[in-house]
T-cell receptor, first 112, second 115 residues
Framework: TQLLEQSPQFLSIQEGENLTVYCNSS?????LQWYRQEPGEGPVLLVT?????EVKKLKRLTFQFGDARKDSSLHITAAQPGDTGLYLC????????????FGQGTILTVHP | EAGVTQFPSHSVIEKGQTVTLRCDPI?????LYWYRRVMGKEIKFLLH????????ESGMPNNRFLAERTGGTYSTLKVQPAELEDSGVYFC?????????????FGPGTRLTVT
């Protein structure tokens, strides 16, 4: 069974601070997706990384896929209140084609 | 382009009753997935359709759950009879085939409450 351990579970910071969310597994994934979910809505895809060591940037968000494709991180620079939400990592492929294995999620609160 | 839609958004039923959830994927997406999040747990995979065929149903909890995708378009997930532990949010997702299979786009979910 593939598992993704996401940490931290909760993060409360002040506007302007930097933060990093981690997603770790003992399994290899073919791809790693990061989603953001707002209350009452479904997860919204932010980025997909597929190559070991890959780094992608989306404005103030930087996503990295580990060299061995077992871990990933999301770094937010100068967080803003609008970044508040639930962030989810999800691994695809590996031993199970198509389906995604989700982490538990990180609830981020950015205070003005 | 319309996103993934799900109906109903909420459903409250009594234990033993039947409920049918519907998902309309993004037009042209061959892959359709059902996931579920129960209280306090991570989102978990239920099953995967490629067009009208079940590719992987390893996540289906038991035979009270029946998923169909007639004609390879919309899908339904029926729970019969519903039990208390079936409560949760059911998400549907869809994706293109080939190398974009892993880029799954989610619907808003159906919140099911079994009392």
């Amino acid at each position: 069974t593939q598992l993704l351990e996401q940490s931290p579970q909760f993060l409360s910071i002040q506007e302007g601070e930097n933060l990093t969310v981690y997603c770790n597994s003992s399994s290899v994934f073919s791809s790693l997706q990061w989603y953001r979910q707002e209350p009452g809505e479904g997860p919204v895809l932010l980025v997909t990384v597929v190559t070991g060591g890959e780094v992608k940037k989306l404005k103030r968000l930087t996503f990295q896929f580990g060299d061995a494709r077992k871990d990933s991180s999301l770094h937010i620079t100068a967080a803003q209140p609008g970044d508040t939400g639930l962030y989810l990592c999800a691994g695809g492929g590996g031993t199970s084609y198509g389906k995604l294995t989700f982490g538990q999620g990180t609830i981020l609160t950015v205070h003005p | 382009e319309a996103g993934v839609t799900q109906f109903p958004s909420h459903s409250v039923i009594e234990k033993g009753q039947t409920v049918t959830l519907r998902c309309d994927p993004i037009s042209g997406h061959d892959n359709l997935y059902w996931y579920r999040r129960v209280m306090g747990k991570e989102i978990k995979f239920l099953l995967h359709f490629v067009k009208e065929s079940k590719q992987d149903e390893s996540g289906m909890p038991n035979n009270r759950f029946l998923a169909e995708r007639t004609g390879g378009t919309y899908s339904t997930l029926k729970v019969q009879p519903a039990e208390l532990e079936d409560s949760g949010v059911y998400f549907c997702a869809s994706s293109l085939g080939g190398t974009f299979t892993y880029e799954q786009y989610f619907g808003p979910g159906t919140r099911l409450t079994v009392t």
